[in-house]
T-cell receptor, first 119, second 113 residues
Framework: SAVISQKPSRDICQRGTSLTIQCQVD?????MFWYRQQPGQSLTLIAT?????????ESGFVIDKFPISRPNLTFSTLTVSNMSPEDSSIYLC????????????????FGPGTRLTVL | GENVEQHPSTLSVQEGDSAVIKCTYS??????FPWYKQELGKRPQLIID?????GEKKDQRIAVTLNKTAKHFSLHITETQPEDSAVYFC????????????FGTGTRLTIIP
């Protein structure tokens, strides 16, 4: 398993500002992902955070709006830039621990989430 | 890309009865199908998963079935208890190379005491 922490746990921000969310894991993991969960909705993948290279973004999400860093195998940040009220959501990181060679990856673990409210 | 549909969106069952949630997926290459439970204000947590080389998997009161031909899978909860009340999400991914999860829309399960 993996123990994941996110900072901040919640924040209230003014429109036009930016917020950086941190995701820290207690052990090295192979993959890290960032999801958005809008109120009462399902989880939507924003991007895959790649260690040492640019993140891989899903359709509808762009680097200028959601820049992502992953400097090592245990840490990643997601920035929500130039925020508007539509960005009010819960942002969750998830991780995929290493598995044995030739084995499919197992459980993806989620962080506790960051609840963002944009006024 | 993958598309996962989930039904029903809400489900209420009497305590002790069974609950069934169904999902369909579109990408025949998907081979890993987890189910997550999310309680109010909490993070999603895996409750059971199944791979495409298995037709059924059971863990105590929870079971999942997979029909690869029809591209659908189902979650079965027997002898439901009040603590089973939560939102349940199915998901699909192609393991061994692209582990990103595509989630269904969720089912809010309410257990009536």
């Amino acid at each position: 398993s993996a123990v994941i922490s996110q900072k901040p746990s919640r924040d209230i921000c003014q429109r036009g500002t930016s917020l950086t969310i941190q995701c820290q894991v207690d052990s090295q993991v192979t993959m890290m992902f960032w999801y958005r969960q809008q109120p009462g909705q399902s989880l939507t993948l924003i991007a895959t955070a790649n260690q040492g290279s640019e993140a891989t973004y899903e359709s509808g999400f762009v680097i200028d709006k959601f820049p992502i860093s992953r400097p090592n195998l245990t840490f990643s940040t997601l920035t929500v830039s130039n925020m508007s009220p539509e960005d009010s959501s819960i942002y969750l990181c998830s991780v995929l621990p290493y598995s044995a060679p030739g084995q499919g990856a197992d459980e993806q673990f989620f962080g506790p989430g960051t609840r963002l409210t944009v006024l | 890309g993958e598309n996962v549909e989930q039904h029903p969106s809400t489900l209420s069952v009497q305590e002790g009865d069974s609950a069934v949630i169904k999902c369909t997926y579109s990408d025949s290459a998907s081979n890993y199908f987890p189910w997550y439970k999310q309680e109010l204000g909490k993070r999603p947590q895996l409750i059971i998963d199944i791979r495409s080389n298995v037709g059924e998997k059971k863990d105590q009161r929870i079971a999942v079935t997979l029909n690869k031909t029809a591209k659908h899978f189902s979650l079965h909860i027997t002898e439901t208890q009040p603590e089973d009340s939560a939102v349940y999400f199915c998901a699909a991914s192609y393991n061994f190379g692209n582990e990103k999860l595509t989630f269904g829309t969720g089912t809010r399960l309410t257990i009536i005491p």
